[in-house]
């Protein structure tokens, strides 16, 4: 691959949603190919193929997987929904320790119906953790919650910033829970710079998520994540201050967005790590790495 002798590809991971077009073993050659070495995975897919094919598959392409999303939806109130949740996520820690990732990405799980108590629903979130982390960390794993932007706090995640998501992981040994920072989440907080060090300090950081705010969102916000560099958010202070931090693990683009998943994979991947050395790296001699052959 072309490009500036100083862009290294070490810490770049990609995402499985960002080029959701591609089936698995797509996904698998077409970073084989373009010298992605890291691949965030999500469950559904992994599921579909089998877990234990998809742990044959990436490991033998010589990739790794740098996080299995999701676990977490851990907010219900009645008995048998809170069961339902633990058996679930104890099912996904077994299948992150299969595909051989230390890092299973929480959603807290917004409010149940009829429900207005944001803090006994967080409060559900700690019980959970205290039952999952010792089980997580048994088969080396950790859990990483991730706080989403606030509009999502009644239907998906009652964690909307960085200080809740470390409060509730602080209860916690750091090899059992940590934080997922999120720039497409927390670019807006005032009091990130702090709780990003405050993460750090205590070696909470398990996962960096990169994807961009573009004004206005899409309807449905959730499917609005903007390419690198097409909106607001200074990517490069985050990846700066997460490695202030201590943080040395992958930089994983999880982007979300039809416009996307319309187009040839193989360019959308070709244009993502153009977009990751220019707008998270800082490059700016302004080269054009060679489109991603397409697998197979």
Same mark, same amino acid.
């Given at each position: 691959m072309t490009g500036r002798a100083r862009f290294s590809l070490n810490q770049f991971s990609l995402n499985q949603q960002t080029v959701r077009q591609w089936?698995?073993?797509?996904?698998?050659? $077409?970073?084989? #190919? #373009? $010298?992605?070495?890291?691949? *965030?995975? %999500?469950?559904?897919?992994?599921? +579909?193929? =089998?877990? +234990?094919? &998809?742990?044959?598959?990436?490991?033998? &392409? $010589?990739?790794?997987?740098?996080?299995?999303?999701?676990? *977490?939806?851990?907010?219900?109130? /009645?008995? #048998?929904?809170?069961? #339902?949740?633990?058996? /679930?996520? @104890?099912?996904?820690?077994?299948?992150? !320790? !299969?595909? $051989?990732?230390?890092?299973?990405?929480?959603?807290? *799980? =917004?409010?149940?119906?009829?429900?207005? /108590?944001?803090?006994?629903?967080?409060e559900r979130v700690g019980t959970a953790l205290a039952e999952l982390g010792p089980y997580a960390a048994g088969l080396g794993v950790r859990l990483a919650i991730e706080p989403l932007h606030p509009m999502f706090a009644s239907d998906r995640c009652v964690v909307s910033t960085l200080r809740q998501a470390l409060d509730l992981a602080e209860r916690f040994p750091a090899e059992q829970v940590g934080v997922v920072v999120d720039t497409y989440h927390l670019w807006w907080d005032d009091a990130v710079a702090g709780q990003l060090a405050r993460a750090g300090e205590g070696g909470r950081i398990a996962a960096f998520q990169l994807a961009d705010w573009v004004t206005p969102l899409p309807e449905g916000a959730l499917l609005g994540r903007g390419q690198l560099g097409d909106g607001c958010v200074d990517l490069? %202070?985050?990846? +700066? @201050?997460?490695?202030?931090?201590?943080?040395? *693990?992958p930089a994983e683009v999880e982007i979300f967005h039809p416009g996307l998943w319309a187009r040839d994979g193989g360019e959308v991947l070709a244009e993502v790590l153009d977009r990751y050395d220019r707008h998270v790296l800082g490059g700016t001699d302004g080269n054009k790495r060679p489109p991603v052959p397409r697998p197979g």
């Open positions: 089936s698995l073993p797509e996904l698998v050659a $077409g970073c084989a #190919a #373009a $010298g992605v070495r890291q691949v *965030g995975l %999500w469950r559904g897919p992994v599921r +579909e193929y =089998g877990v +234990e094919a &998809a742990a044959h598959l990436v490991r033998d &392409a $010589g990739l790794t997987v740098s996080s299995l999303c999701r676990g *977490g939806f851990l907010t219900a109130a /009645d008995p #048998a929904g809170r069961a #339902a949740a633990l058996a /679930d996520n @104890r099912a996904a820690v077994e299948e992150a !320790a !299969a595909l $051989g990732t230390g890092t299973l990405v929480l959603v807290a *799980g =917004g409010l149940p119906p009829g429900s207005r /108590d944001l803090p006994g629903a967080r490069r %202070w985050f990846h +700066e @201050r997460v490695g202030a931090a201590g943080y040395r *693990g």
